[in-house]
């Protein structure tokens, strides 16, 4: 049973466009919600993170916007860059308890042309 | 700060054989997980540790083990390998429980 499902599998965008990438899940339980990115060869690195309770995050290029009600959430990347050619992973955890039960989705591959 | 080591980056095993891969965790941090990559699976949960003791485990057999030591490094083990056990295999620590976690590169698993 996969608990997040990510969307879309891959991903293609022009230098300077906006990437979204969206992410659904089932547990209602769940409160914590990390998105790393994970370049070739590397393991992956936590870019940004909510909880939520709040809508919405932002760390530079890069924001969380969350929906509660609908169990979505959605990293959005703006002024997209070709260094940002990466693989993408949303995951969710209880925040609360023990953290040290992340459940990934499958992924996103996005590829950012000049 | 140094960030999360793991040893060693690479290795080659056959059917049968076992392995243990080590994890060295960001200095100061107490939580361990163990997390295996698939192409076909993805990212999984194997199990968390927390001083020394394990805390969660995932949906993975009696073959994959693990345990921590006094200064938080962890070993992971898996006994009578199989082909499906080849992936990358990945180490994060955190410094508590609802800490964020931080990931190694992994330890690439092939088996013959």
């Known amino acids: 049973q996969q608990q997040v499902k990510q969307s879309p599998q891959s991903l293609i965008v022009q230098k300077g466009g906006i990437s979204i990438i969206n992410c659904a899940y089932e547990?209602?339980?769940?409160?914590?919600f990390p998105w790393y990115q994970q370049f070739p060869g590397k393991g992956p690195a936590l870019l940004i993170a909510i909880r939520p309770d709040v809508s919405e995050k932002k760390e530079g290029r890069f924001t969380i916007s969350f929906n509660k009600s609908a169990k979505q959430f959605s990293l959005h990347i703006m002024d997209s860059q070709p260094g940002d050619s990466a693989t993408y992973f949303c995951a969710a955890s209880y925040y609360g308890g023990s953290q040290g039960n992340l459940i990934f989705g499958k992924g996103t591959k996005l590829s950012v042309k000049p | 700060k140094a960030g999360v080591t793991q040893t060693p980056r690479y290795l080659i095993k056959t059917r049968g054989q076992q392995v243990t891969l080590s994890c060295s965790p960001i200095s100061g941090h107490r939580s361990v997980s163990w997390y295996q990559q698939t192409p076909g699976q993805g990212l999984q949960f194997l199990f968390e540790y927390f001083s020394e003791t394990q805390r969660n485990k995932g949906n993975f057999p009696g073959r994959f083990s693990g345990r921590q030591f006094s200064n938080s490094r962890s070993e992971m083990n898996v006994s009578t390998l199989e082909l499906g056990d080849s992936a990358l295999y990945l180490c994060?620590?955190?410094?508590?429980?609802?800490?964020?976690?931080?990931f190694g590169d992994g330890t690439r698993l092939s088996i013959l």
């Open positions: 547990n209602t339980a769940f409160d914590y």
């Open positions: 994060a620590s955190s410094y508590d429980s609802n800490q964020p976690q931080h």
